[in-house]
Structure formats: C-alpha cells, structure tokens
C-alpha cells in the first residue's frame, strides 16, 4: 500500500458496526446516493423493511459518525464478492452523507472496512464499479494503493440515458 493517509484530528471520525436503531439515517443517506444515480448501481431505492434486510444481509456493516454530530454521517457494507473458489475476495461499498463529504469520512470508512475485512479473513478488497466521473473515489482509493483493473467503456447508466466508463479496483489486504 502507499502511504496511508489518516483521518484530520478535527473530525473525529468513530466507527462502529451498525444497530438497528441506525436504520433510518443508514437508508436515508443510502436512498440519497441510490436517488443521485452516479454511484451506486441500484436503482430503487430502500423500504425500511427492505433496508432492514439488505444491512442484514452483508458480512459486515459500519456506521461513521463526526464527533460532537449527532447524526451519522456514513457507513460501509462489506461481503464476499463471489462465492466458493472467489470468496476470499470481498467486495465494499460506502456512502457518506453530502453535507459530511470531504471531511475525511470516507477515507475512516474505507481503512475500516479494510481492517474488518482482513478480520473476517478476506485477502483481496475488490471494487467492481467506480466510476470515472467518481473523481474523489479515484483519488482515495489509488492514494490507498488499490490497482485500476481496466476500464469497462460505457459500463453505468446515469440518469439522464448517458453512459460512464466504470473502473474496477483491488487491494491486497493481507
């Protein structure tokens, strides 16, 4: 890995894994992103019934939250990336509130979720879609280290029927 960078003392990022009282503010951050249509491949967006469900689901699931806030400010998901012979390879994503973006938040949850990741015995944190309009994503995650595995031409549809190129990216966590 590079040089990792660390969280500004300022912001006081704390993490934890996620409760059920978390529910709300997670599907809305979550459903805020899914609405936005540049990021995240789903399209519809969460029920609480269906958020309960999706969070329950996946390996792992951590909450980030800015000291002195109130609010929570992101959170990761983390789970195989495929099955049998590929499961040592997870797969994350993460969602970061927008009036909490750029306050190192996703850079907590990402080196979070690499040391949950390596503790759940995954070797490899693979992302399957980043897109190349994502710049901040791209920035943190090769200033992490991750490898760019090629690019998809046209590989996510935006919202207004255009395409981007997507960017898939791996890590050796071990």
Not at 100 to 124: E, N, Y
Not at 154 to 162: A, M, Q, T, V, Y
Request: aromatic letters at 8%; hydrophobic letters at 45%.
């Amino acid at each position: 890995m590079n040089q990792t960078p660390t969280p500004l003392p300022g912001n006081a990022i704390h993490l934890r894994a996620y409760r059920a009282a978390d529910l709300p503010r997670m599907r809305a951050i979550w459903n805020g992103i899914v609405a936005a249509g540049d990021a995240f491949p789903q399209d519809t967006p969460l029920s609480p019934a269906a958020a309960r469900d999706f969070f329950a689901s996946q390996t792992y699931c951590a909450v980030a939250r800015i000291h002195a806030e109130k609010r929570l400010a992101g959170l990761c998901i983390l789970h195989p990336n495929n099955v049998g012979r590929c499961s040592h390879i997870a797969n994350a994503s993460y969602a970061v509130a927008p009036e909490c973006r750029g306050r190192s938040v996703g850079l907590a949850l990402v080196l979070h979720s690499i040391q949950q990741a390596r503790a759940l015995g995954f070797r490899i944190l693979q992302f399957n879609a980043v897109l190349s309009t994502n710049a901040a994503a791209l920035h943190l995650y090769e200033q992490l280290g991750f490898v760019r595995l090629g690019t998809i031409p046209k590989g996510f549809r935006l919202p207004d029927g255009s395409y981007a190129d997507i960017i898939p990216h791996w890590l050796d966590i071990t």
